[in-house]
């Protein structure tokens, strides 16, 4: 199904810009031009592809159609740059990732750091929880995402990256305050907790997991995860913990650990598109070796 190539870039600046208006801004052409682009594409697919909406949303057609541009593009700008044209005939490789917020905040971006400067990619991540990240893969918001996800979303292909390990912890003065110095289930699950946001589960999962029980103490959603663990290190609730972030502070003596011997541990996953390009395959390549030394072996 032939598309025009600029249409394609069209409709992927359009989804990442949001409106009419912000992609006629960003492409130097009219809000007209845009909407005439649009309707254009869709007489060719034979489908609505773009939900005029503030802001915009694709369609499941649009999602396809998405996929299938993002990808053009790639090719185009990956052989643009190993053809070596000057730096005023193309831009930068653009890579959108999607990542869960603990990976973003401990290793992802030192494994992204270590590509070579040849290659000169830019990177637009989406920060999403590891559970949902395959959701962007599907729509073709993204070309590839670490996620908790084995099972490869149609047309990717998924490696185990390894897991992300993590500890129950608190803060002394918090341990004598609600748990009387120890770990006691019933205290526990009575206790305040800091969740990283309402689809976090991790906490739960580890009163399950360690004690069989739920917890119906009071609440805090931190959504950033160096803040969220700062809440825990300040006292305002217990919580889950990477291991990065709580293990020499346990040592210290500034966090206590809750289960010492029962960690949760979070299987990663690597999900790509099945499209072999330099750059995607060396972005691949740096985050598996990111992971493997940052990770736990799967």
């Known amino acids: ?34 909407s005439q682009r649009v309707r254009a594409m869709e007489q060719t697919a034979g489908r609505v592809l773009v939900r ?25 700008e990956d052989t643009a740059a190993e053809l070596r044209l000057g730096e005023r005939d193309r831009g930068r490789v653009s890579v959108p990732l999607a990542v869960n917020a603990d ?8 494994a992204l750091a270590d590509l070579p400067e040849e290659l000169r990619p830019v990177f637009e991540i989406h920060r999403e929880d590891e559970e949902h990240t395959t959701s962007l893969l599907r729509s073709g918001t993204v070309m590839a995402a670490v996620t908790s996800t084995p099972e490869a979303v149609q047309g990717c292909t998924a490696v185990g990256l390894g897991a992300m390990r993590y500890h129950a912890v608190c803060s002394p003065g918090f341990a004598g305050r609600h748990l009387g110095g120890r770990a006691d289930p019933e205290l526990l699950a009575r206790a305040p907790v800091v969740n990283f946001d ?25 959504p950033a995860s160096e803040d969220f663990a700062r809440a825990v290190l300040l006292g ?6 990477p291991e990065t972030q709580c293990a020499e502070r346990i040592a210290s003596g500034e966090l206590v650990a ?6 949760v ?12 390009t330099p750059v995607l395959d060396a972005v691949s390549e740096a985050v598996r070796a990111g992971a493997a030394a940052a990770l736990h072996p799967l």
Not at 265 to 276: G, T
């Open 265 to 276: 541990d979070v299987r990663l996953h690597w999900q790509r598109w099945n499209l072999r």
């Open 1 to 34: 199904m032939p598309f025009q190539f600029d249409h394609l870039r069209t409709l992927t600046v359009l989804v990442d810009e949001g409106t009419f208006e912000a992609a006629a801004r960003r492409l130097h052409v009219t809000a007209s031009a845009v």
């Open 236 to 241: 305002l609730g217990w919580g889950v913990v």
């Open 52 to 76: 005029r909406t503030n802001p915009v949303r694709t369609t499941a057609a649009g999602d396809t159609v998405l996929r299938y541009a993002r990808q053009v593009l790639l090719l185009d």
């Open 103 to 110: 990976s973003l905040s401990t290793w992802f971006l030192e």
């Open 258 to 263: 809750l289960a010492p011997d029962r960690p």
């Open 198 to 222: 309402r689809r976090d589960d991790l906490q739960d999962r580890f009163l399950r997991d360690t004690f069989g029980a739920g917890s119906s103490g009071p609440r805090h959603y931190v």
